[in-house]
C-alpha cells in the first residue's frame, strides 16, 4: 500500500479515497443543482450503487497509478471530489474537475482545495507543464474559483461537449507551472 497522502486545508482535508467514503459521498453528490453542473456522465439521482462504483474505481487506480484523485473530508465524511488524469497524447497536460455538497458552498473550501490540489500536482509531478478544466456558461461559482488560483480563461469552446440532450458550449481554464 503506497503511502497515505494527506493535504490539509482550514476546515478540511484532501486525502485519498477509502471504504467507507460511499455513504457520505452518495448523499452529497445526489442533488440537482450539483448535477447541473457537472459533466453529462455524472450520475443523477447519485446512488449508493454508483457510489460504490467510484470508490472501487479509484481505488483499483491507486493500485498502479500516481494519486490524482482525493476526497474531500469535512468532519470526518467525504463531502466532495477533486481530481484528474493525465492527457493521453499529452502527459505534460492535467485536466481535472471537482465538486461539494451543496451544504458546504459558499465557505472557501473549494477555492483553498483547487489552490492545494494544483499546488500538489506541480510539486509532485514535475513533467505537468499545464493545468486545466473546463466549465459550463452558466456555471459562474466555479469559473470565480478558477479565476481566483490564477487559471485564466482562455476561451469557448464552441458546441462542444453534450448536456441533457444538446451539444453546448464550454470554457476552457488553464494554469501554467510558472504561473501564481
Known sequence: MKKEIILKGKGFILRPYRKGDEISLAKNANNKKLAKNMFDGF???????KSKEWVGIVLNKYIENPIT???IEV???????????????????????????????????MSEAVKIFTDYIFKKFKKVRRIQAETYPWNKGSQGVLLKNGFKLEGILRKNTPKGGRIIDEYMFSKLRNEK
Open 43 to 49: 450520475p443523477s439521482p447519485y446512488t449508493l450503487k
Open 75 to 109: 468532519d470526518g465524511k467525504a463531502v466532495g471530489s477533486i481530481g484528474g488524469e493525465f492527457h493521453k497524447k499529452k502527459p505534460f497536460i492535467l485536466g481535472f474537475g471537482y465538486w461539494l455538497g451543496e451544504e458546504y458552498w459558499g465557505k472557501g473550501i
Open 69 to 71: 484523485e482525493f476526497a
